[in-house]
Structures are given as C-alpha cells and as structure tokens.
C-alpha cells in the first residue's frame, strides 16, 4: 500500500485555495482537500516581520504522487516560497487511509 500523507499549504485567500483544490481532487492527486478557515500567519521573510491572513489547506495524498502535487501547488501558488510540507500519516481508520490510495491511483498506462 501506498503511504498516505497529509501535505500542508497555506493560501493567499480563498480563490486561491479553491483552485489548488479543485486541480488537485479532479487531476487525481489528491483524495480530498480540506479548506480551513482563514488563519491569522505571523512570519519572517526577507529580514521583516510580517503578517497575513491565509487559507489553510489540508491535502490527502500518497508518498506516490507528492512530487506532483507538489509541482501542481508551486504552478498555482503566487508565492515565491510557498508552505509545502508533507506529514506522514501514522495510524488512521484503514478503510479511509484505503480510500485515499484508491483516489490517488495513477492512471494505467495503455
């Protein structure tokens, strides 16, 4: 079995969430995308202390297609250093973490 991850990025507002999103669900990289409410960020980035509202997004995905996910995410994303960060998944209902494999399949090859 593929190994299920949960990847994690933070959006600039809700259009943006909502593209990455649905690119992702309907390109079969990821078996659901949970969009949280807008989240208050507080970060450092290039020597300034900055702040943000953003829109977290929780995606369900395998080891298997991370690297396209993450190539959808930088080709959608208008940061020019987005959060991308993929947390393995160490336990969960197997019937789901089987669900999340199963949407994530690759396409067969002809």
């Not at 079995?1 to 600039?12: F, G, I």
């Not at 990455?20 to 669900?25: G, K, W, Y």
């Not at 396209?68 to 019937?95: D, K, M, N, S, W």
Request: charged share 25%; hydrophobic share 45%.
């Amino acid at each position: 079995m593929s190994e299920a991850l949960v990847v994690l990025t933070n959006c600039p507002d809700d259009e943006v969430a909502d593209r990455i999103a649905r690119t992702l669900v309907e390109g079969g990289l990821a078996a659901c995308v949970n969009r949280l409410a807008p989240a208050s960020s507080i970060y450092r980035w290039q020597g300034a202390v900055e702040r943000a509202t953003e829109t977290p997004l929780l995606i369900k995905t395998t080891r298997e297609r991370y690297a396209e996910v993450e190539q959808a995410i930088r080709a959608l994303h208008p940061y020019q250093v987005p959060e991308i960060i993929a947390v393995t998944i160490e336990a969960g209902f197997a019937p789901y973490l089987r669900w999340i494999v199963d949407e994530t399949q690759p396409p067969l090859m002809a």
